[in-house]
């Protein structure tokens, strides 16, 4: 399967830990995409890069959360000292370049934050 | 500023009724797409359908039927002869530039 990739599946941490999750988006994609959802709403951006360079992080929810896709391929999202409400899924997302490429979304990492 | 608006949180049918889930979409831009993704139970988002906004041709795809009107900023998508396997939340997005907008999502139930 070529989709993109998550991990973990499933975290649950304490209040104040660091968490990370990975993405790996589909292989000729070269854009890609964080995603928040929270019980009940739709997908909330955060932040997505094209290649290397991440092209808006305005949109990350605090000075806690921050991405990286160092060589371009994958990326990391980490939350520090994590707080009860960040528990959400995060889903990772890849597009071909261009503006408003379709963008195929992988199966989301939930977080419980306790 | 965009905005998508789903006014239908839930709806439940009986197998082979047909269904539609609206979706109404605010944008100040004249180019947009618009987008439906099926979120079944596994938490996965399916890509169904894109639209830009200078297509306003209705399309099929099997028992999935897309309706769209710039007159009244609706985009919504009818599932005809539903059957349980359609069961999910659906969302509605629109995308002006690298940024998608989702609402809130509508959940379709669909009993044997």
């Known amino acids: 399967d070529t989709g993109v990739s998550q991990d973990p599946r499933h975290k649950i941490t304490k209040r104040g830990q660091n968490v990370t999750f990975r993405c790996d988006p589909i292989s000729e994609h070269n854009r890609l995409y964080w995603y928040r959802q929270t019980l009940g709403q739709g997908p909330e951006f955060l932040t997505y890069f094209q290649n290397e360079a991440q092209l808006e992080k305005s949109r990350l929810l605090s000075d806690r959360f921050s991405a990286e896709r160092p060589k371009g391929s994958f990326s990391t999202l980490e939350i520090q000292r994590t707080e009860q409400g960040d528990s959400a899924m995060y889903l990772c997302?890849?597009?071909?370049?261009?503006?408003?490429?379709?963008?195929?979304f992988g199966p989301g990492t939930r977080l419980l934050v306790l | 500023a965009q905005k998508v608006t789903q006014a239908q949180t839930e709806i439940s049918v009986v197998e082979k009724e047909d269904v539609t889930l609206d979706c109404v979409y605010e944008t100040r831009d004249t180019t947009y797409y618009l987008f439906w993704y099926k979120q079944p139970p596994s938490g996965e988002l399916v890509f169904l359908i894109r639209?830009?906004?200078?297509?306003?041709q209705n399309e099929i795809s099997g028992r999935y039927s897309w309706n769209f009107q710039k007159s009244t900023s609706s985009f919504n998508f009818t599932i005809t002869a539903s059957q349980v396997v359609d069961s999910a939340v659906y969302f509605c997005?629109?995308?002006?530039?690298?940024?998608?907008?989702f609402g809130a999502g509508t959940r379709l139930t669909v009993k044997p």
């Open positions: 997005a629109l995308s002006e530039s690298w940024d998608m907008r």
């Open positions: 639209r830009n906004s200078f297509d306003e």
């Open positions: 997302a890849s597009s071909l370049p261009g503006t408003q490429e379709t963008q195929y």
